[in-house]
């Protein structure tokens, strides 16, 4: 299947490694040049070049804090003075610390909203104008099946990301009309670093090692696996597809049948 983005310029979030890194080695691989970020300088300039040599397309990558407003500022013009346009925005960060509500002061609070929030609201507003005057784009934001089905121990993912979801799902119908999507991709137990330093915390927690802990997950899902982050990252090239089309204002989870809800 001709997914239609060869050529096409993607501007991936926190994509150094994990769920950032599949998605974009995924976009790449259908022809899209790239625009990643990360904290990690070294990581970040190794996966660019490794990205580029497996593909051959064009990557900038840009070092960026997104819980900085300046830096994400900087992220996106760095995108459009190097390609004039962002066609696919896949906004992302990394989840905010766990822990039960009274583990968190007002700071942390607001540190999960300015890295998890803010820095989607305002990728999305560099480059939607562009998006509009080309009548064409994809906007896709990684969230997590925690917004259909909370998790415990979570209480600033599970609301922050929730916020996420309103926002996209407004704003897909603000700009149907323009020829731009707005989706979310929600995550559920997928092998990634933070999944397995999630495991460790949980088992130091517990007193239990982390082969139980990931048992405990394995049990909960019907497919009886973790999920891995290329098959995460083949439905976010799906959403950023000419195929997807008719596709907006979606949560889709990609969780091996763990959330039990109809919808």
């Not at 104008?129 to 009548?135: K, L, S, T, V, W």
């Not at 049990?219 to 195929?243: C, K, N, W, Y």
């Not at 204002?249 to 969780?255: E, H, K, N, T």
């Amino acid at each position: 299947m001709d997914f239609g983005l060869a050529g096409k310029v993607a501007l991936v979030a926190a994509s150094s490694r994990g769920l950032g890194r599949a998605v974009a080695g995924e976009l790449a691989a259908e022809g899209a040049h790239l625009v990643l970020c990360a904290r990690g300088e070294l990581e970040l300039a190794s996966t660019a070049e490794s990205i580029r040599g497996t593909t051959g397309v064009d990557v900038l990558a840009v070092p960026a804090d997104l819980s900085d407003a300046g830096d994400v500022a900087r992220l996106a013009d760095r995108a459009l003075e190097r390609f004039g346009r962002v066609d696919v925005l896949v906004n992302n960060a990394g989840g905010p610390p766990a822990g039960p509500f009274e583990a968190h002061d007002l700071e942390a609070w607001r540190a999960a909203i300015r890295i998890n929030l803010e820095s989607a609201l305002e990728l999305t507003r560099a480059v939607l104008p562009g998006m509009r005057e080309r009548r064409w784009g994809r906007i896709i934001n990684i969230t997590s099946v925690a917004v259909k089905e909370p998790v415990d121990g979570l209480i600033l993912s599970n609301s922050v990301r929730a916020a996420v979801t309103g926002f996209a799902r407004t704003l897909a119908n603000e700009v149907a009309p323009h020829g731009i999507t707005v989706n979310n991709a929600l995550p559920g137990y997928t092998r990634t670093d933070r999944l397995l330093e999630l495991g460790d915390a949980l088992a130091t927690e517990r007193g239990v090692g982390r082969t139980e802990i990931e048992a405990g997950w394995r049990a909960g899902i019907p497919m009886g696996r973790l999920g891995e982050p290329a098959e995460f990252a083949a439905l976010v090239a799906f959403l950023a597809s000419e195929r997807a089309s008719y596709i907006t204002g979606c949560s889709i989870p990609v969780d091996g049948g763990r959330t039990r809800g109809l919808l």
